[in-house]
């Protein structure tokens, strides 16, 4: 059965007159009487009988009326749905972020965005490297906010966001804080806090063991916030990303020697589908201001021989 013949039904029902009823539906009478019997055909009795000005229902007629006006507010209910999805209104949207990247430069670009789509509905979904990749594969994300120091996946486009380099964490009164700059060779005589999330972890290790350098690690976590405790609390210092959130009291300063700068990207399947909320979200993302690069540290010689203790 069509949904004109069952619209064209419950008209008769409102106004019990077929000639009313087509005014109603801006039909022809003829053209309702047709779908009313073709609908009477379809479920094998008349559903209306007519007595002078009047119409009836019949008995199957009032049995039908609730199901037929139930399909009706279905069809309307999907139609407002469907056109607020599209209109970005209520439309889901999974963001990924990984968590090591800190909200500090996302979060602008954020507020931008709402103020444009204020209907949408953004989840946002912290994780590591790994775990977020594997999210994208299955479908669990639309997109992933992702640092990493090789290249992405070729089943997985990077649009670059901004650039940060990467800072030594340190205690109050810890002897970097008369630094400008650290050098990296100059950790490795200090006492070492791994972050395992760090996704340039191997890549510190490469550099250092390139100039025949270790590390004293003497704790390792996962947590964020355990690690700059421990940082204040004086027990090693540690690399982290310029943007991380820093509790009151742990002072940073910029890594050189070499300066080790990460670029933070979105990351999308490349050839998956893309909903109308995440085509407006990487246009979004490629419209807005990204602070640029920073540029590379430099020194001058009386820097240096700060940076090395006089």
């Given amino acids: 059965m069509e949904m004109h013949e069952i619209q064209y ?18 039909v022809t009478q003829p ?44 069809a309307e209910a999907a ?25 500090l430069r996302f979060t602008g670009f954020l507020v931008d ?18 775990t ?13 906010v992702l640092a990493q120091p090789d290249t992405y996946d070729e089943a997985l486009e990077a649009i670059p966001l901004y650039c940060e380099r990467f800072s030594v ?18 950790i490795a005589s200090e006492r070492y806090l791994e972050r395992l999330n760090c996704e340039f972890a191997t890549r510190f290790d490469d550099l250092l063991a390139a100039r025949g350098l270790d590390v004293n690690v003497v704790f390792r976590s996962e947590r964020e916030d355990w690690i700059q405790m421990m ?10 990303p310029e943007t991380l959130p820093v509790f009151p009291g742990v002072m940073t300063r910029p890594l050189c020697e070499p300066d080790v700068i990460r670029s933070v990207s979105l990351v999308v399947p490349a050839d998956r589908p893309r909903s109308v909320a995440l085509r407006h979200f990487i246009a979004a993302v490629r419209e807005y201001p990204w602070p640029t690069c920073p540029p590379k540290s430099t020194a001058s010689p009386l820097d240096q021989t700060i940076q090395r203790g006089g």
Avoid: Y
């Avoid at 119409?55 to 037929?68: E, I, S, V």
């Avoid at 810890?174 to 990296?184: A, C, D, I, K, T």
């Avoid at 940082?231 to 982290?240: D, P, Q, S, T, Y």
């Fill in 9 to 26: 039904f419950l008209a008769v029902c409102e106004t019990r007159n077929f000639t009313r009823a087509a005014e109603a539906c801006k």
């Fill in 31 to 74: 053209a309702l009487s047709r779908a009313i019997a073709n609908l009477e055909r379809q479920v094998g009795g008349q559903l209306f009988r007519r007595e002078r000005t009047l119409t009836h229902l019949t008995d199957l007629g009032r049995l039908l009326r609730p199901n037929f006006e139930e399909v009706v507010a279905r």
């Fill in 79 to 103: 139609k407002r749905t469907a056109t607020s999805f599209l209109n970005l209104e209520r439309a889901p949207l999974r963001i990924g972020v990984m968590c090591t990247v800190g909200p």
């Fill in 113 to 130: 965005f709402r103020r444009q789509r204020p209907g949408l509905e953004m989840s946002l979904f912290e994780g590591n490297c790994g």
């Fill in 132 to 144: 977020l990749h594997q999210m994208l594969a299955g479908d669990k994300l639309d997109a992933a």
């Fill in 169 to 186: 964490a340190i205690p109050p009164g810890h002897r970097f804080g008369e630094w400008r700059v650290v050098p990296l060779p100059a």
């Fill in 231 to 240: 940082v204040l609390a004086g027990l090693g210092i540690c690399l982290m």
